[in-house]
């Protein structure tokens, strides 16, 4: 399954609203959808699973939406400590990434 | 606290072999399947392989098929990759990660090491 997410860069203020979204080539579960987060020099870190599930201490502003073939991550807010790249991965049909978003103060 | 260690990472050149390790603590490390998942550099992540949490079960991305292997010794709680016949496209961060499942959800790869680099050039 191939995950194409978009954009690949979204530019943005503190404080806005940012959607990100997760396409799938095929239909995916969405118990088997997650999302993370990866700043610069460090590993990624889960947020989301089960396409709309939140992970411990992630704060509320992040949420996530979706089914079959599309899938959102929505973080409500932006803080400055929320710039970073988001990727989606599926583990319905093996265990595939979407390429990236890249989430970038404007 | 919960903890992946990746160790083994270096340069090596193409066709030769290297073998990751990764140490985990804070967790029963028996009981959770083991996954390595590699980046690239400036590039996004790639799944590489699995082990079940027995170690019975193993499962490969088809570019590493044939020339990776995935083993756990859950006595001293590590997971290795041993990698042969390396490329210049394996040059990669190698993350060692746990999957969190129970009987009726799948939690995501949860817990993440630091990363180990492997760079393969001649």
């Known amino acids: 399954i191939v995950l194409t997410q978009s954009p690949g860069t979204l530019s943005l203020s503190p404080g806005e609203r940012a959607t990100l979204s997760c396409r799938a080539s095929?239909?995916?579960?969405?118990?088997?959808l997650a999302w993370y987060q990866q700043k610069p020099g460090q590993a990624p870190r889960l947020l989301i699973y089960g396409a709309s599930s939140r992970t411990t201490g992630i704060p509320d502003r992040f949420s996530g939406s979706g089914s079959g073939t599309d899938f959102t991550l929505t973080i409500s807010r932006l803080e400055p400590e929320d710039f970073a790249v988001y990727y989606c991965q599926q583990y319905d049909s093996s265990i595939t990434f979407g390429q990236g978003t890249r989430l970038e103060i404007k | 606290q919960v903890q992946l260690v990746e160790s083994g990472g270096g340069v090596v050149q193409p066709g030769r072999s290297l073998r990751l390790s990764c140490e985990a603590s804070g967790f029963t490390f028996s009981s959770y399947a083991m996954h390595w998942v590699r980046q690239a550099p400036g590039k996004g992540l790639e799944w590489v392989a699995v082990i079940s949490y027995d170690g019975i079960n193993k499962y490969y991305e088809d570019s590493a098929k044939g020339r990776f292997t995935i083993s756990r010794d859950n006595s001293n709680n590590t997971v290795s990759l041993q990698m042969t016949s390396l490329r210049v496209e394996d040059t990669a961060i190698y993350y060692c990660?746990?999957?969190?499942?129970?009987?009726?959800?799948?939690?995501?790869?949860?817990?993440w090491g630091q990363g180990t680099t492997v760079i393969v050039s001649s």
């Open positions: 095929q239909s995916v579960r969405s118990e088997y």
């Open positions: 990660v746990r999957m969190t499942t129970s009987a009726t959800k799948i939690y995501g790869f949860d817990v």
